[in-house]
Nanobody, 119 residues
Framework: QVHVVESGGGLVQPGGSLRLSCAAS????????MGWYRQAAGKQREMVAR???????TYADSVKGRFTISKDNAKNAVYLQMNSLKLEDTAVYYC?????????????WGQGTQVTVSS
């Protein structure tokens, strides 16, 4: 069975950087989409960035120009480089992996990693 695990969260000052990593294990098939979502306290989960198997990225307007998503299909891994972090970026960040060749409607979530931006 597939397990999705994130890492790289932590405490950082405003203007700082973090790099999040995610790997989906247990599948020999690459995913159609992998991405990052976040949920801040008192708010609904929102899409931050996602990337297709072909490498096409999509970003939320709030992170454009600051965050960069990348992937490694062979490893079923996805990364999120977060620069110029703001207080508003504080949230639990979740990795998502969705859709394979033989299970196109599948979807898996990681446990989340906390990112806290604070002075």
């Amino acid at each position: 069975q597939v397990h999705v695990v994130e890492s790289g969260g932590g405490l950082v000052q405003p203007g700082g950087s973090l790099r999040l990593s995610c790997a989906a294990s247990g599948s020999i098939f690459s995913f159609n989409l992998m991405g990052w979502y976040r949920q801040a306290a008192g708010k609904q989960r929102e899409m931050v960035a996602r990337i297709t198997r072909g490498g096409f990225p999509t970003y939320a307007d709030s992170v454009k120009g600051r965050f960069t998503i990348s992937k490694d299909n062979a490893k079923n891994a996805v990364y999120l480089q977060m620069n110029s972090l703001k207080l508003e970026d504080t949230a639990v960040y979740y990795c998502n992996a969705a859709g394979t060749l033989i299970q196109p409607n599948s979807e898996y979530w990681g446990q989340g990693t906390q990112v806290t931006v604070s002075s």
